[in-house]
C-alpha cells in the first residue's frame, strides 16, 4: 500500500488567496483525519470523517477553513482567503474503524504551507 | 476537555542510557494508547501502542500504562542517537468522539553519543 498520499507537499502563496490541500486515504480506511502542527500549539486536529461524513469539525479555526471529503478515496481541506498565521505543516491522516479499542492513524507526509 | 499532558522536555540522555517519557490523560474513559515518534521535518509515525494495564515491551521500547493513576510512560533502553525525535503521546476516547484520538504536545528526545 502507498500509504497516506497528500499534496502539494510544499505551497507558499500570498495572503489572500485561495489555497487546496489535497489528500488520499490508505484504501479501506474509514476515518480521515486534517490536522495542522506549529511550533506554538503543536498537532492540531482540525477535522474528521468517518465514512466521508464530517463528525467533528470543532477544530477547525475559522469560516475561511472548509473540508470536504466527495469519495472514500479523497478529502480536500481549502483556506480562502489565507492569511500568513496559517502557516503551518498540514498533516492528514486515516485509520480504519475502530476495533478492539485500536485506532491507529497513519499519518501522510504532510503539506507545509507558507502564507506570505 | 479532554487534555493530554508529557513531560515538556527538552530531554538529553547519553548513547546506552534510559530514556523516559511520561504522559498523563484526563478522561477516565480512555481505552487505548498511543506513541508516536516524530523526526524534524517528518511525519508522525507510530511506535508502540498499549491498552491494558501492566507493561508492552517491543525491542528496546517499553510502554507502561497505568489506568487508575492516568499515566502512560515510554522507556527506550539502550538508546541510541537515531531515537532523536518528539515524542507524542496520543489518548483515544469513546462517546461521541469515537475514532479521535487527543494527542499531546510532545517530549523532544536527544540522545548524544
Known amino acids: 500500500d502507498a500509504g497516506v498520499i497528500q499534496s502539494p507537499r510544499h505551497e507558499v502563496t500570498e495572503m489572500g488567496q485561495e489555497v487546496t490541500l489535497r489528500c488520499k486515504p490508505i484504501s479501506g480506511h474509514d476515518y480521515l483525519f486534517w490536522y495542522r502542527q506549529t511550533m506554538m500549539r503543536g498537532l492540531e486536529l482540525l477535522i474528521y470523517f468517518n465514512n466521508n461524513v464530517p463528525i467533528d469539525d470543532s477544530g477547525m479555526p475559522e469560516d475561511r477553513f472548509s473540508a470536504k471529503m466527495p469519495n472514500a478515496s479523497f478529502s480536500t481541506l481549502k483556506i480562502q482567503p489565507s492569511e500568513p498565521r496559517d502557516s503551518a505543516v498540514y498533516f492528514c491522516?486515516?485509520?480504519?474503524?475502530?476495533?478492539?479499542?485500536?485506532?491507529?492513524?497513519?499519518f501522510g507526509p504532510g503539506t507545509r504551507l507558507t502564507v506570505l | 476537555q479532554k487534555e493530554v499532558e508529557q513531560n515538556s522536555g527538552p530531554l538529553s540522555v547519553p548513547e546506552g542510557a534510559i530514556a523516559s517519557l511520561n504522559c498523563t490523560y484526563s478522561?477516565?474513559?480512555?481505552?487505548?494508547f498511543f506513541w508516536y515518534r516524530q523526526y524534524s521535518g517528518k511525519s508522525p509515525e507510530l511506535i508502540m501502542f498499549?491498552?491494558?494495564?501492566g507493561d508492552k515491551e517491543d525491542g528496546r521500547f517499553t510502554a507502561q500504562l497505568n489506568k487508575a493513576s492516568q499515566y502512560v510512560s515510554l522507556l527506550i533502553r539502550d538508546s541510541q542517537p537515531s531515537d532523536s525525535a518528539t515524542y507524542l503521546c496520543a489518548v483515544n476516547t469513546r462517546g461521541s468522539t469515537l475514532g479521535r484520538l487527543y494527542f499531546g504536545r510532545g517530549t523532544q528526545l536527544t540522545v548524544w553519543p
Open positions: 478522561d477516565r474513559g480512555s481505552q487505548s
Open positions: 498499549i491498552y491494558s494495564n
Open positions: 491522516a486515516s485509520s480504519l474503524a475502530p476495533a478492539g479499542g485500536l485506532d491507529e492513524q497513519f
